[in-house]
């Protein structure tokens, strides 16, 4: 069984900086795609990062030039570095894990960020 498990939420000023780690356990192969997203109070989850196995990125708009999404494939490890943070981008933050291209998407519980002065 897949298991995801988010870490490094917290609360941070605006124009801080946070990193998120996301550990994908229970996959024996290489995982295909692993990525964030997130859900502010109420609004619905929406995606926000990508790396896939072969190092190709995706970033929502909003994110991009202030979010970086790597990933250690050998600790199947996924991170989220979040630069220059604003206000609105305060939300409950999830990490996915796609096991293959056609897969479904295998969610962590979340991590809450706050960004608030």
């Known amino acids: 069984q897949v298991q995801v498990v988010e870490s490094g939420g917290g609360l941070v000023q605006p124009g801080g900086s946070l990193r998120l780690s996301c550990a994908v356990s229970?996959?024996?192969?290489?995982?295909?795609?692993m990525g964030w997203g997130r859900q502010a109070p109420g609004k619905q989850r929406e995606f926000i990062a990508q790396?896939?196995?072969?190092?190709?990125?995706n970033y929502v708009d909003s994110v991009k030039g202030r979010f970086t999404c790597s990933r250690d494939n050998a600790a199947n490890t996924v991170y989220l570095q979040m630069n220059s943070l604003k206000p609105e981008d305060t939300a409950v933050y999830y990490c996915?894990?796609?096991?293959?291209?056609?897969?479904?998407?295998?969610w962590g519980q979340g991590t809450q960020v706050t960004v608030s002065s």
């Open positions: 790396v896939t196995s072969g190092g190709v990125k």
């Open positions: 996915y894990a796609r096991l293959v291209f056609h897969g479904v998407d295998n």
């Open positions: 229970g996959s024996d192969f290489n995982i295909y795609a």
